[in-house]
């Protein structure tokens, strides 16, 4: 497939806007893809295998182009087209506007705002400083020169401020009041959102008239990698005092279901949450894992209604918790993500919320 049959299937499917087409046409990924990306398990070398990095890169699909160190944990990627494209029409920019973004990466989506906003309207925070000098260079071979600053993006840029929009490209659970005053009333901050248990959303939210706080709806389904230092920490625990019980609630019911389980996070921030096969269990069986640090749960996947199939240990009963805020998703119709929000201010406070932003998640 050729990138201008990519953009084409973009178009058609909606996720790339028409104001967008030219730009998305004029800037193929590749000309932003490092030589060396990470696919199954091993690195495809351009030099070595030109034809399938060529097909990885036209593809739509991520790409990682960095590992931390030691692991296969990806520190850096360039974004799925789809999810660029999704991304930029929501960012809902126009001519002469000012903009922020935060994780520059290889430079793709940078190259693209400056593209069509002209790179002295575009600046861009990157904290890894071998990723900015390599964007830079991408850029500068582009005829795009916007600014690339190396720093922590969650400190913004204030030296551009006010900017009208803020555009993150890594998850967080924390939007720091700090990109709250930097973006001018009425503007508008677009960042994926998620917890440890649901990693998420796309939010977008307008500033308020007063500069306070910033608040609006989730608006796309996507999952991106933590910002560097807001990496859950799934924390340490012992599982003792096992409790056993049969489960009211087919764990598939969440597991396969994100606006569920995005909705279950909500109301549980801080509960981490996987899908594992435990051999080492006498039964078994492919289970649905859950733990607070201290605290810990599982659900067997198959025989979820058996005497054993619920195992908990801890302070408290987590699985009766899950159960209980899925009910809750199930009261209020089963909300998608459209009819769910977020609001932040200045000075830390997040409020989630269904529906209206007066209607608080608890």
Known sequence: MTWDELAGKLRESGALSADWDATFRALPRNSFTPARIYHDGSWIDVAESP????????????????????????????S??????????????GDGMRVLEV?????????????????????????????????????EAQGLNPSVVTGDGMLGHPEGAPYQRIHLTAAIQRLPGALIEQCEPGGVILAPYGTAFCNGALARLTVAEDGKSASGPFVADVAFMWVRGQRPDSGEFDITDVRYGPSELDPAEIADNTDAAFA???????????????????????????????????CRLADWQGEHAVSQSGPRQLWDEVTAAYGWWKRHDRPGLSRLGLTVTVAGEHRTWLDDPSNVIG
């Open 51 to 78: 034809r399938q990095w060529a097909a990885l890169v036209r593809s739509d699909a991520p790409l990682v182009t960095q590992l931390y160190p030691g692991s296969e944990t990806p520190s850096s990627s360039s």
């Open 80 to 93: 799925m087209p789809t999810v660029v494209a999704t991304m930029l029409r929501h960012l809902d920019v």
């Open 103 to 139: 994780g520059t990466g290889t430079g793709w989506t940078a190259g693209l705002l400056a593209h069509r906003l002209g790179a002295e309207n575009v600046v861009s925070v990157e904290v890894d400083p071998a990723l900015a000098a390599e964007a830079r260079t991408r850029l």
């Open 264 to 298: 279950v996070g909500l109301r549980m921030p801080h509960l981490f949450r996987q899908s594992v096969w435990a051999s080492y269990d006498r039964f078994g069986t492919g289970r649905f894992e859950i733990w607070d640090g201290v605290s810990y749960a599982h």
